[in-house]
C-alpha cells in the first residue's frame, strides 16, 4: 500500500513520469518493508544485528525490485490501458516480485535457524 499511495501520489499529483514515481515509490517502501517485516512478519527471527539484516534485505530487494521493475515496465510497455491507469502496471510489477521477496526474506535475510559458531 506504501508503494501504491507514493507512487500514485508522485504521479497524479505532481506530474511525475511514472518511471521516476516507480523508484521513488521502491524506495520508501522498501525502508518501511524492513522495518514491518523485522516487526511483525520476522519478529522470530535473529535480529540481534540490525545493519547486517537491513544490508542483506537491501541485496534481496535489489534483485526483487528488478523482477518487480522489468515487470512494469514491460506491462506499461506492451498494454495501452496502463498507460492512462499506470497504477495497473504498478500492480504487475509488485505481484511478480512478493513471491520472490518472500522466500528471500525467509530464507536469507530473518533466518530462524541460525546455528551458534562454537566460541
Known amino acids: 500500500m506504501i508503494d501504491a499511495l507514493v507512487f500514485q501520489g508522485l504521479v497524479s499529483f505532481r506530474g511525475t513520469s511514472p518511471y521516476i514515481a516507480r523508484v521513488a515509490s521502491f524506495v520508501?517502501?522498501?525502508?518501511a518493508a524492513w522495518w514491518m517485516n523485522r516487526s511483525f512478519t520476522f519478529r522470530d527471527a535473529d535480529n540481534s544485528r540490525p545493519e547486517l539484516q537491513w544490508v542483506k534485505f537491501f541485496a534481496?530487494?535489489?534483485?526483487?525490485?528488478?523482477?518487480?521493475?522489468?515487470?512494469?515496465a514491460l506491462t506499461l510497455t506492451a498494454l495501452p490501458v496502463t498507460r492512462a491507469y499506470p497504477v495497473l502496471a504498478l500492480a504487475v510489477g509488485s505481484l511478480s516480485g512478493v513471491a520472490f521477496n518472500y522466500t528471500a526474506y525467509k530464507r536469507y535475510v530473518f533466518r530462524t535457524d541460525i546455528r551458534s559458531e562454537p566460541p
Open 28 to 31: 520508501v517502501a522498501t525502508t
Open 60 to 72: 534481496a530487494n535489489i534483485v526483487g525490485g528488478g523482477v518487480n521493475y522489468l515487470m512494469f
